[in-house]
């Protein structure tokens, strides 16, 4: 096992741009919508609206900015919330991709277990925003590392967006190392400009990034309130990687307890927000990018809008006091 990694270890960039496209159209909005429960996060992946004044009841009129975007250690601007598009079906996903551009959101995710990448793409090319605009991550999945070379053209392939913002390995396996090499030959051919890794952890990540050039741009794994990875998280940010949580809202069939939390109830209620928005302001205020899934376009609007209001220390502590190392998928 490798020894512990400090940031300046692995500060390695290199990652080349590729010509931006520009697609015009944008149609309607989502689907039906669902409950609340029912949409809740869906995916393991926006710029936000404009910041609303006089919303945070703790420093009446006041408003309280977090980074709309973060600059990964390739050199790309990453918007720091986003929808992520797990279990949602063609028409489904390409409604909830349109009304997330629509609300101001820029980051999609998807992945190839996902079977909808084909989806986001029509989303992102019958919008009005310019492609360089948006940023779309997608992932290979372990059964595609044997063959990741032909795995990377069919993303681009059903994507048909011009390039893929961001590329992760889904979760370790067989042939990850040389899987992540072949997606940084794809970075130097212009083909992908950053990468990433979903569902590492402290021990993988000891073991794997001694075997790779190119940094991870990003780490993606579970972070909710009930699972908190507060060793985790510093850990990758330590290495000046962003991190970056699915299942921010607990996960479909897990959220119900999760949103009727009475803590987060409470501090919702403290700010005249919604306890989606509490946790999602949380994750941001750890410096966590959050992509919760849904496909109602309110849920979509109201998932972005954390700006107008700002935890406190104490409310940040009461949150942390939540951590069960309650783990709702098996990564």
């Not at 009129?61 to 250690?73: C, Y």
């Not at 919330?81 to 629509?102: F, K, N, P, W």
């Not at 212009?190 to 780490?219: C, D, H, M």
Request: glycine residues 10%; proline residues 5%; charged residues 20%.
């Amino acid at each position: 096992m490798a020894t512990a990694l400090s940031r300046r270890s692995f500060l390695r960039l290199g990652l080349t741009a590729s010509a931006a496209l520009g697609f015009s159209g944008c149609a309607g909005r989502g689907d039906a919508p669902q409950t609340r429960a029912g949409d809740d996060d869906s995916s393991v992946s926006g710029h936000a609206p404009a910041t609303e004044q006089g919303r945070d009841a703790v420093g009446e009129g006041s408003t309280a900015e977090m980074p709309k975007t973060i600059t990964l250690n390739s050199g790309y601007e990453m918007p720091t919330q986003g929808l992520g598009t797990y279990a949602l079906d063609y028409d489904t996903c390409v409604g909830s991709v349109r009304a997330l551009i629509e609300a101001g959101g820029r980051l999609i995710d998807t992945a190839f277990m996902y079977h909808n990448e084909d989806a986001v793409g029509e989303g992102v090319r019958t919008c009005s925003v310019p492609r360089e605009e948006l940023f779309v991550t997608t992932k290979l999945y372990p059964n595609q590392f044997a063959d990741s070379e032909a795995a990377i053209e069919q993303a681009l392939k059903k994507l048909d967006v011009g390039y893929i913002d961001l590329m992760l390995l889904h979760h370790p396996g067989t042939g990850d190392v040389e899987a992540y090499r072949t997606m940084e030959r794809a970075v130097a051919a212009g083909k992908i400009r950053s990468l990433g890794l979903s569902n590492w952890y402290i021990e993988e990540l000891e073991s794997f990034l001694p075997q790779v050039e190119t940094v991870p741009a990003l780490v993606q794994n579970e972070i909710h309130p009930y699972y908190q990875e507060q060793d985790v998280v510093p850990f990758i940010q330590d290495l000046g990687i962003v991190v970056e949580g699915w299942y921010p809202l607990g996960g479909r069939g897990h959220n119900t307890e999760l949103l009727a939390d009475p803590e987060l109830t409470s501090i919702a209620q403290v700010h005249g927000v919604s306890v989606p928005q509490v946790i999602l302001r949380w994750n941001r205020q750890r410096n966590i990018v959050v992509i919760p899934g849904s496909s109602n376009p309110e849920h979509i609007a109201e998932d972005l809008d954390i700006h107008g209001f700002s935890l406190s220390d104490e409310e940040m502590m009461r949150i942390s006091a939540l951590d069960r190392a309650e783990k709702h998928d098996w990564y």
